[in-house]
């Protein structure tokens, strides 16, 4: 086997991987920080690339669609906490579950309505369009922006939460809600905001991933999956988690399919099995934790 | 019907049923007085999942079969009525929904289908119960002796009939080829039947790639199938899985060393990923409205579904729901009714001629011989409107020749 060839392999891998990152991370920060596992993440993956489309078309641009998507969709996700999903802390763990649950359906049945239940092109947008030659191999642009923006995304994320104020009432907040309710901040606040930053970045994935796939209506089912597995790889709410292990599925992936792409889907659902015998918290979980 | 029955007590139901069948009567006098004997056709199709958009095709053009039939007075003066059941593209919810109409809606026939499995689950229900089934799924397996009976027919082409009329268009002696193939039946048969073309033709087999059915990215197999550097990569799959998998063969620049090739080339997937992914993409097919201009019976059967719906155009799928109703009715005309022997035997020597060209169902397996479309999907600039998808490659005319050999299928001959 030519080595060129496995570098393009785990260079797919990476582009992958950096799609599962960036939805798994809304997924675990949510939980994380709220101690709600949000089923509808899927759906509003799915909403954010319809979304990009819809600002696209509108403006002649994706790089507005790029833009707004996710902030349009995260104000919609502070919306959903603020109206339903702020009712129910405090309750059970699987109160939020079964709300985002049903949610999920509502808002793929909107769609279908909306827009049809038929795919929908997204063209990649037309300074990405193309292969880059690498000497090696081409690869095409478009997932080496992608690659490119994720990086950036998990830079900001990361140096807001660890470097601001901020980022400290958010750290503060997960750790010790009380407390920080006594210290006066209003923590009411933190939660929609944090809800709405996880909502948003799935938004975010939703339409990086739609010049790469076909947008429809189910397009975020198969998604929910992925970003469940590499949680629970990674550890239910831990950032680094989630990205270590968004980019393990990604070069699993690739690489199980240069040798036996059969297996290339089951492979991310055996690692999990692995590693939840081995670590049950996941690579970066706590122990015990149960929101 | 119970012949015998007690002096019937009017109550406040019985009495509503009779005052609005009454008012139907007044209504519609010629068939209010059939409505016992009404032709009823059952119809499962997947109008929920990945396959949503071509179930609903199917359903609107199987609905202006009937309703054509309808307005020249029915069949034997008895209307004919369609009960479509959505089958969720799940063998199990197919096979309870075929039981229901046969036992409880008393079907006299089902037509309908689209995945291969759930083709099977049908058949299963229908062959045990003496019941006819027109299939309209592209998997041939119900034709195979092991799984046919004298009531299993199938109106859809098969995988070795598109394969073989792709491969006689796209490949050439020595050329090389790749596959990509979704790992489920369809993918396989579809393989099978490539492979067995470009033997025919002396190409030769680079590397076979199979991939899970449904995945929703495929970049981790082009690299490997670019390094095998074919001439042609023919992708094996279905629905959307054909739509991404084309998409990002291009995005990987596939194209400007290969040409993409694939078994059936879907209308409503070319829509979904736009002209620009799809051009220079060859498959075959079993309809395309643009046949319009050098046949008149597409021509008519374009024409009647514009009417019934609103302008809008016939699509491959929507094509099988037309031919597959429209061939049973014929036959029930035939046979002056719904009897099931006399229908299947009027079946077995019908010639019709409803969306393409004359057609026919071969006596061993019951396979509808008919024409192959093979298109290309046109580029954006060579578009003349909307709908102008593809150019018509070759339009095969139907032969037993195209077949497998009813001994290859195990049948006796």
């Known amino acids: 086997m030519d080595l060129s060839l496995i570098i393009m392999q785990l260079l797919s891998g990476i582009a992958l991987g950096a799609v599962l990152v960036i939805t798994a991370l809304g997924l675990t920060i949510v939980f994380g920080m709220l101690g709600v596992v949000n089923f509808a ?84 947008p037309p300074q990405l369009v193309g292969v880059l030659d690498l000497g090696i191999g081409f690869f095409p642009r478009y997932r080496l922006f992608v690659i490119a923006l994720v990086a950036v ?80 790889i990674g550890g239910l709410g831990s950032i680094v988690g989630a990205v270590v292990a968004g980019l393990m599925v990604g070069v699993s992936i690739s690489l199980v399919a240069l040798f036996a792409p059969e297996m290339a889907t089951i492979v991310m659902f055996a690692l999990m099995a692995v590693v939840l015998l081995i670590r049950p918290q996941g690579l970066f979980g706590v122990r015990g934790r149960t929101a | 019907m119970p012949k015998s029955r007690s002096t019937p007590k009017l109550t406040r139901r019985t009495a509503l049923a009779g005052l609005s069948a009454s008012a139907a009567m007044l209504a519609m006098p010629r068939l209010g007085r059939a409505a016992d004997e009404t032709i009823r056709i059952g119809f499962p199709t997947p109008l929920t999942g990945p396959f949503a958009a071509e179930a609903r095709d199917q359903v609107k053009c199987a609905e202006l079969a009937v309703k054509l ?42 037509v309908g289908a689209l995945s291969s499995a759930v083709q099977l689950a ?85 590397g076979e790639i ?42 990987f620049g596939v194209k400007q060393q290969m040409k993409i090739v694939v078994p059936v080339i879907l209308h409503n997937q070319r829509l979904a990923v736009g002209p620009d992914v799809f051009e220079g993409v060859v498959g075959g097919a079993n309809y395309y409205w643009g046949l319009e201009t050098q046949n008149k019976t597409a021509a008519d059967f374009n024409a009647a579904f514009k009417a019934a719906n609103g302008g809008a155009i016939p699509t491959d799928y929507g094509a099988y ?28 020597k019908l010639q019709y001629d409803l969306t393409k060209g004359p057609q026919h169902f071969r006596k061993c397996d019951h396979q509808s011989v008919q024409s192959v479309l093979v298109l290309e999907s046109k580029k954006k600039s060579a578009m003349a409107t909307d709908n102008d998808l593809f150019a018509i490659v070759a339009n095969d005319s139907g032969s037993d020749e195209m077949l497998r050999s009813c001994s290859e299928l195990g049948h006796a001959t």
């Not at chain 2, 397996?141 to 109106?155: L, V």
């Not at chain 2, 197999?221 to 084309?246: E, K, T, W």
């Not at chain 2, 031919?323 to 229908?343: C, N, P, R, Y």
């Open chain 2, 69 to 110: 039939v309808n307005d020249k007075g029915g069949i034997g003066g008895r209307k004919v009525e369609l009960l479509v059941r959505d089958d969720k593209l799940n063998a199990g919810e197919a096979a309870t929904r075929t039981l229901e109409l046969i036992e409880k809606d008393k079907v006299h026939a089902v």
């Open chain 1, 153 to 232: 995304v998990l830079l900001v994320l990361w140096l807001t939460l660890e470097k601001t104020r901020i980022g400290l009432i958010v750290r503060a907040g997960a750790r010790d809600p009380v407390i920080m309710q006594v210290l006066g901040v209003d923590i009411g606040r933190v939660w929609l905001a944090i809800f709405g930053l996880g909502v948003g970045l799935a938004a975010l994935g939703g339409v990086l991933a739609g010049p790469m796939r076909s947008v429809n209506p189910e397009m975020g089912s198969l998604v929910l999956a992925e970003a469940f597995v590499v949680t629970v």
């Open chain 2, 122 to 206: 049908v058949n299963e229900v229908t062959r045990a119960r003496g019941v006819i089934y027109v299939s309209i799924s592209q998997s041939d397996t119900i034709n195979e002796a092991k799984d046919f009976s004298k009531y299993t027919f199938h109106e859809a082409l098969n995988p070795h009939m598109t394969t073989s009329a792709v491969a006689r268009q796209t490949l050439k002696k020595g050329m090389k080829v790749a596959h990509l193939v979704a790992d489920y039946a369809y993918g396989h048969e579809m393989l099978r039947g490539f492979k067995r073309a470009q033997a025919a033709i002396g190409a030769d087999n680079v």
């Open chain 2, 321 to 348: 729901g037309y031919s597959g109703v429209g061939s049973l009715l014929a036959a029930m005309q035939t046979a002056g009714g719904t009897e099931t022997d006399k229908v299947v035997d009027a079946l077995e």
């Open chain 1, 41 to 124: 993440h899927g759906a509003l993956f799915m909403i954010g690339a319809y979304a990009g489309l819809y600002v696209a078309s509108l403006t002649g641009s994706f790089w507005w669609g790029l833009l707004l998507a996710p902030i349009l969709i995260g104000v919609f996700g502070m919306l959903i906490e603020f109206v339903l999903i702020r009712r129910l802390y405090g309750r059970s763990i699987d109160d939020p579950l079964l709300l985002t649950f049903g949610l999920s359906y509502i808002l793929v049945e909107g769609v279908r309505i909306v827009f049809g239940s038929d795919g929908i092109p997204f063209p990649t």
């Open chain 2, 210 to 251: 199979l991939h899970p059915f449904g995945a929703a990215d495929y970049s981790t197999f082009m690299p490997r199938l670019m390094s095998m550097r074919p001439d042609v990569l023919c992708i094996s799959n279905f629905g959307r899985d054909q739509a991404n998998a084309i998409k990002q063969a291009v995005d």
